[in-house]
């Protein structure tokens, strides 16, 4: 925008000159000394006048037109529920004369406009408190009636199947009552009456009330579940428990299924080259002893890849399985291709939620990719179990209960090695530099610094970085995916133990006499522990293994690596062996907790209690999977040796270069 001439504009609110350059009200001398006649304004806006010439006050909001329906309904609370609308039946039943059976507290009320301009519209009628109470008439019929601003009646009806139709929509209920207008209740013989239809959303201040009021009043029968809500909270119709909704919450589950339901998180993960190419080479390779004439299931389908594959490679029949709304978009791409069509079987449903009459016949292979960051984070390896237990083919008669699957990965291993990286260590401290300040904006913010601190070192670290950095060799842990039970999963304990082999020497050792035969070897400072995982797919039949490994060094994926980072780092010396235990415990937000504790046993070179000084060689540390610091990189990661490959993956040639 250009300035003009330097000219003073007139604001357009305040009708004040303002200065181009600074945009600062101009109060002009000829504005100041002369009275306008104004117009008669309410109160309110009488305040807002002398505000006007202040640039830096905010304005308020122009006033809204009152809500006649709220301002009725709270003049009506106001009078008693006897001056309220015929169709509560003037509210004559008081809780203290009414045989009340339940009394359910609710956040929101919500009528739905069946008729008129306004039809659709939803108004909010939610004046506190309000719950939902059902009492016994005169006949011993149960009634129910929702009640606002404490005691006034918005609908009343009779509660059974002809009068009620409830649908259930994730964590709120939608109620179509048939109201009785025109109705007196005063002698033998009452006026007809008229039935109409209306319609409230109702949410629940607690949501297991939701569950005791369809249990306990209207009866599971009364409740039509929603199928447009299967995503967010789908309905049980599987086996009568549930493991998922018994370990997970649905707030949890709600955001995890809208976040995979987007096609740029789809994208993130068909582009990972090395996770893609991977599972299609290793389903080509065994396409004609695992695929050929099989049915296979794909648990948690996401957009099909793996579907897509498993028919390539000859399957007969693919469930693809997959809970979130991707699977609309999974199921246009198999409507598009030809030689897709007849093959696989779109499932929109959690696979604990499928009925066991949706899958025709017993399952021969299952694939998946349910790994997440340090192998278990999002917890989905216990779903792509539970599937292998419910539909996976049986054994002959002589070993009903024992499984004849493929499982596709087979085996997932993950691994652990103390680190050294003093810039990260660094990194981290510092953002809680913020919380130093004694004056922000005249407020001393240092009482957060360490509550600031402690936060900062529970985020897990994701990024790739350089193996040189590892202190030690790994400590592996391995899971069979064919036998390990999804319970098994729930709380994880992974013991190590690392001889440190090497590390910079510390600036408290460059006086250090060389030539002193026993003078102490250079420290070590451990500053964490680093993770990487791979899975395994084949080498359980003769055939040759192949892997998807996440490991640094290597070409990195989505997955990049994990790192804990110790508040105060681990000193050590060369030779010396670190034990510890990690412990990973699963929780409702389909994430893992990570605590830990690392100790040094003196027994390497120089490990006399002399050079320990006030050294720390104890640690313990808490790490949230699901909070953590994305710290990537994009630049080359140098590859492993022959010789590591050889140690970790069997020989040279198991891991392909990519």
Not at 379 to 395: H, K, Q
Not at 543 to 568: C, I, K
Request: hydrophobic content about 40%; aromatic content about 8%; proline content about 5%.
């Amino acid at each position: 925008m250009s300035s003009g001439s330097g000219r003073p504009r007139t604001d357009e609110r305040s009708g004040a000159e303002v200065d181009a350059a600074s945009a600062t009200p101009i109060v002009a001398a000829r504005v100041m000394g002369r009275k306008r006649k104004e117009p008669a304004r309410e109160t309110r806006w009488k305040e807002t006048d002398a505000r006007l010439w202040d640039c830096h006050a905010p304005l308020p909001p122009p006033p809204r037109a009152p809500d006649v329906h709220l301002e009725r309904l709270a003049s009506a609370a106001r009078a008693g529920p006897t001056n309220h609308r015929a169709d509560a039946n003037n509210a004559d039943d008081d809780d203290d004369a009414a045989d009340v059976v339940r009394s359910f507290p609710l956040r929101i009320v919500k009528e739905i406009r069946a008729r008129g301009r306004d039809a659709g519209d939803a108004i909010d009628i939610s004046l506190a408190p309000a719950k939902l109470r059902v009492t016994r008439d005169g006949s011993a019929r149960l009634v129910g009636r929702v009640v606002v601003a404490a005691t006034t009646t918005v609908i009343r009806w009779r509660v059974d199947r002809e009068t009620t139709t409830a649908t259930r929509i994730g964590d709120a209920l939608l109620l179509m009552t048939a109201t009785e207008e025109g109705a007196t209740e005063e002698g033998a013989t009452a006026t007809a009456k008229a039935k109409t239809r209306r319609a409230f959303a109702l949410g629940f201040a607690d949501a297991r009330d939701l569950e005791r009021f369809v249990r306990d009043v209207l009866g599971d029968d009364d409740v039509v579940a929603d199928a447009n809500a299967a995503a967010a909270a789908p309905a049980v119709k599987g086996p009568p428990t549930n493991a998922f909704d018994s370990k997970i919450s649905p707030v949890s589950a709600a955001e995890y299924f809208r976040y995979y339901a987007q096609i740029p998180q789809q994208q993130n993960m068909l582009e990972d080259a090395v996770r893609t190419g991977t599972y299609f080479t290793a389903v080509v390779e065994r396409a004609r002893s695992h695929f050929a004439g099989k049915i296979v299931m794909d648990v948690g389908a996401g957009s099909g890849a793996l579907s897509f594959f498993a028919a390539a490679a000859g399957a007969r029949r693919v469930y693809a399985i997959e809970a979130s709304d991707m699977a609309k978009h999974c199921a246009k791409i198999v409507e598009n291709n030809a030689h897709l069509r007849d093959v696989i079987v779109v499932i929109q449903s959690r696979v604990e939620d499928v009925a066991d009459g949706e899958i025709a016949e017993p399952v021969d292979c299952f694939v998946s990719e349910p790994m997440g960051t340090a192998l278990f984070n999002e917890r989905m390896i216990e779903s792509y179990l539970i599937a292998r237990d419910r539909f996976g083919r049986r054994n002959p008669k002589n070993h009903p209960k024992t499984l004849n699957v493929t499982m596709f990965p087979n085996e997932g291993r993950l691994h652990v090695a103390p680190f050294r990286d003093d810039a990260l260590h660094a990194e981290v401290a510092n953002k809680a530099r913020f919380w130093t300040h004694a004056d922000f904006y005249g407020v001393d913010v240092t009482p957060l610094m360490d509550d600031a601190i402690r936060a900062y070192y529970r985020q897990c670290v994701v990024d790739a970085f350089d193996p040189g950095i590892l202190l030690a060799d790994a400590t592996s842990f391995a899971w069979d995916f064919t036998t390990i039970a999804p319970e098994s999963l729930e709380v994880i304990r992974l013991p190590t133990r690392f001889e440190i082999i090497g590390g910079a020497r510390d600036d408290d050792d460059d006086d250090a006499d060389a030539d002193d035969a026993n003078a102490a070897s250079p420290h070590v400072v451990v500053h964490g522990i680093a993770c990487w995982f791979d899975v395994r797919f084949g080498g359980d039949r003769g055939d040759r293994a192949r892997y998807l490994s996440t490991a640094p060094g290597l070409p990195t994926t989505h997955w990049f690596q994990m790192r804990f980072v110790f508040e105060e780092p681990l000193v050590a010396r060369e030779g010396d062996v670190v034990v510890g235990e990690l412990v990973m415990r699963g929780g409702d937000n389909q994430s893992y907790v990570v605590t830990g504790e690392m100790r040094v046993e003196t027994t390497g070179r120089g490990s006399g209690a002399s050079h320990r000084n006030a050294q720390t060689t104890r640690v313990t540390g808490e790490w949230d999977l699901k909070d953590p610091y994305y710290r990537q990189c994009v630049h080359p990661q140098p590859g492993y040796t022959s010789k590591q490959n050889e140690k970790w993956y069997g020989s040279s040639s198991a891991v392909d270069a990519n």
